[in-house]
Every structure is written in structure tokens, then in C-alpha cells.
């Protein structure tokens, strides 16, 4: 890869990772404004500093969907969070037989899906 091309890479990751921060400041903002500062799963209550540590789960794992009502989140801690996407993709693991398992992605949303379209598009 030249050095042009890491560079427009390097270029389009920035612009995809501020697309999201932008995207998840969002739905951030209105779940808080829709739920309770409590996790959703160990009932822990946030407030001040501490609720940077509560975040929005999404239910069926696909962050681009967000209805206004919230019914696709949740707020969690970041330990319940974590193990919320653990925990799934260990069931996935213990269900599946191995050959199953190359053929399917871990999570149904990737965050990157698009990125080879849009590195080869021109501007």
C-alpha cells in the first residue's frame, strides 16, 4: 500500500470513527433523557461522573437502529454491557457446530461492513 492510500485510509477510519461518536452522542442523549440512570441488569444507580459509565445497549445489536421511543435500548453498566455481548456470543459458540461457525458473523452489526466501498470511492 502506498503511502497516498494509507493515508486516504488512515483519512476515511477518522471520518467513519467521528461519524459514529456523532451518531452514538445521539441516541446516547435521548435514551438518558427516556430511562432512568439505572442499569438495566445489576440495578446500579448513576450519577454525576459516574454516568459516563452507563451506556446504551442495543437489543438486537444493530446501531443504526434507533426509533425514538427507545425500544431497541437499553442502559447498561459497562461491566453488564460487556458481558451482555459475551454471553452472546458464547451461546453462539456452544450452539453451533464448527463448520457453522466460519460461515457466520459473531454480531449481526459490523461497524466496518462498508469500509471497502468506501475507500475505493472516488471524491
Given at each position: 500500500?502506498?503511502?497516498?492510500?494509507?493515508?486516504?485510509?488512515?483519512?476515511?477510519?477518522?471520518?467513519?470513527?467521528?461519524?459514529?461518536?456523532?451518531?452514538?452522542?445521539?441516541?446516547?442523549?435521548?435514551?438518558?433523557?427516556?430511562?432512568?440512570?439505572?442499569?438495566?441488569?445489576?440495578?446500579?444507580?448513576?450519577?454525576?461522573?459516574?454516568?459516563?459509565?452507563?451506556?446504551?445497549?442495543?437489543?438486537?445489536h444493530?446501531?443504526?437502529?434507533?426509533?425514538?421511543?427507545?425500544?431497541?435500548?437499553?442502559?447498561?453498566?459497562?461491566?453488564?454491557?460487556?458481558?451482555?455481548?459475551?454471553?452472546?456470543?458464547q451461546?453462539?459458540?456452544?450452539?453451533?457446530?464448527?463448520?457453522?461457525?466460519?460461515?457466520?458473523?459473531s454480531?449481526?452489526?459490523?461497524?466496518?461492513?462498508?469500509?471497502?466501498?468506501?475507500?475505493?470511492?472516488?471524491?
Amino acid at each position: 500500500m502506498s503511502k497516498a492510500d494509507a493515508a486516504k485510509c488512515d483519512q476515511l477510519v477518522a471520518q467513519m470513527r467521528k461519524e459514529e461518536q456523532v451518531r452514538q452522542s445521539g441516541y446516547r442523549e435521548r435514551a438518558l433523557k427516556l430511562f432512568p440512570n439505572v442499569c438495566a441488569r445489576c440495578t446500579r444507580e448513576f450519577e454525576g461522573k459516574k454516568l459516563r459509565e452507563l451506556t446504551v445497549h442495543h437489543k438486537d445489536h444493530n446501531h443504526d437502529n434507533n426509533p425514538p421511543d427507545g425500544k431497541n435500548w437499553e442502559l447498561l453498566c459497562l461491566y453488564c454491557h460487556d458481558h451482555e455481548h459475551t454471553r452472546n456470543v458464547q451461546e453462539q459458540r456452544s450452539s453451533d457446530d464448527p463448520g457453522e461457525r466460519q460461515d457466520r458473523p459473531s454480531l449481526a452489526h459490523s461497524p466496518f461492513a462498508a469500509l471497502a466501498g468506501r475507500i475505493n470511492q472516488p471524491k
